[in-house]
T-cell receptor, first 113, second 113 residues
Framework: EPEVTQTPSHQVTQMGQEVILRCVPISNHLYFYWYRQILGQKVEFLVS????????KSEIFDDQFSVERPDGSNFTLKIRSTKLEDSAMYFCASSERFMDEQYFGPGTRLTVT | AQSVTQLGSHVSVSEGALVLLRCNYSSSVPPYLFWYVQYPNQGLQLLLKYTSAATLVKGINGFEAEFKKSETSFHLTKPSAHMSDAAEYFCAVTWSGTYKYIFGTGTRLKVLA
């Protein structure tokens, strides 16, 4: 069964460093998303991406964040200068069509020290 | 504003007993509702979804949920718990015109032998 994959599973970085989280969505899906879950808190929406542009973003997704689909298979989330409060589990998701169910990857645990 | 509340962050049931996980939503527009399950070290897996068709929705692994507009609820049930059902369960809401899902805080289900 097709699935969303994410790498790495765990990333440790120092405050102020740039980090790129990678995702491979399901191959025929056209809509892509990033969510995050700070330990003990809710899963929160960050951004959605369609047709090579951001279609919606939350107030969390500020100028420190960017997303890109660098080729036909990968979808990345970049955090330019990480802060301690960026420590969280980051989930990538994809859907085939708008309003279809979203399929989630296993997550990348980001630890900022 | 749309939101989801899951009552009970931890629920314990005996093997073979009824599972009932509660989800109440708040939405000013017709909602689309989902239940996801997360097993340890895995991503969010879709259990079932409500998208304005039948109010009783059947999902995978014997789970079902009933949409009750009058009670603004979408509780998840399973007649007989298995040990393998032990996981964290998330309720989520979305609506027409947005890409994002809003998640509840999750309920961790423990199944006792």
């Amino acid at each position: 069964e097709p699935e969303v994959t994410q790498t790495p599973s765990h990333q440790v970085t120092q405050m102020g460093q740039e980090v790129i989280l990678r995702c491979v969505p399901i191959s025929n899906h056209l809509y892509f998303y990033w969510y995050r879950q700070i330990l003990g808190q809710k899963v929160e929406f960050l951004v959605s991406f369609y047709n090579n542009e951001i279609s919606e973003k939350s107030e969390i997704f500020d100028d420190q964040f960017s997303v890109e689909r660098p080729d036909g298979s990968n979808f990345t989330l970049k955090i330019r200068s990480t802060k301690l409060e960026d420590s969280a589990m980051y989930f990538c998701a994809s859907s085939e069509r708008f309003m279809d169910e979203q399929y989630f990857g296993p997550g990348t645990r980001l630890t900022v020290t | 504003a749309q939101s989801v509340t899951q009552l009970g962050s931890h629920v314990s049931v005996s093997e073979g007993a009824l599972v009932l996980l509660r989800c109440n939503y708040s939405s000013s527009v017709p909602p689309y509702l989902f239940w996801y399950v997360q097993y340890p070290n895995q991503g969010l897996q879709l259990l079932l979804k409500y998208t304005s068709a039948a109010t009783l929705v059947k999902g995978i692994n014997g789970f079902e949920a009933e949409f009750k507009k009058s009670e603004t609820s979408f509780h998840l049930t399973k007649p007989s718990a298995h040990m393998s059902d032990a996981a964290e369960y998330f309720c989520a809401v979305t609506w027409s015109g947005t890409y994002k899902y809003i998640f509840g805080t999750g309920t961790r289900l423990k199944v006792l032998a």
